[in-house]
């Protein structure tokens, strides 16, 4: 499949020629290399954020915070 980028500044295909020769890539898998850890990075940290969040909740079955509880803690001189 081909994609074509179109208003590509100076300085950003400066910038992605330079990681490219670092890398010992062309400025094909350059573009390639970037789009797909990007996009790979992306979708695996929501995944793991949204597993930690669950398993937060599964473990966080404490008191339900009501206005009336949050009065009484402040009463009892809880910060």
């Keep these: 499949m081909t994609i074509t980028l179109k208003?590509?500044?100076?300085?950003?295909?400066?910038?992605?020629?330079?990681?490219?020769?670092?890398?010992?890539r062309s400025l094909n898998q350059e573009v390639l290399y970037c789009l797909e850890s990007t996009v790979k990075t992306?979708?695996?940290?929501?995944?793991?954020?949204?597993?930690?969040?669950?398993?937060i909740?599964?473990?966080?079955?404490?008191?339900?915070?009501t206005r009336e509880w949050i009065l009484k803690g402040i009463e009892e001189g809880r910060p």
Aim: net charge positive; charged share 40%; glycine share 2%.
């Design 7 to 24: 208003n590509v500044t100076p300085e950003l295909h400066l910038a992605l020629k330079e990681r490219a020769a670092s890398s010992k």
């Design 42 to 55: 992306t979708q695996r940290d929501a995944k793991e954020i949204l597993d930690q969040v669950r398993k």
């Design 57 to 65: 909740r599964e473990r966080s079955i404490g008191p339900e915070l």
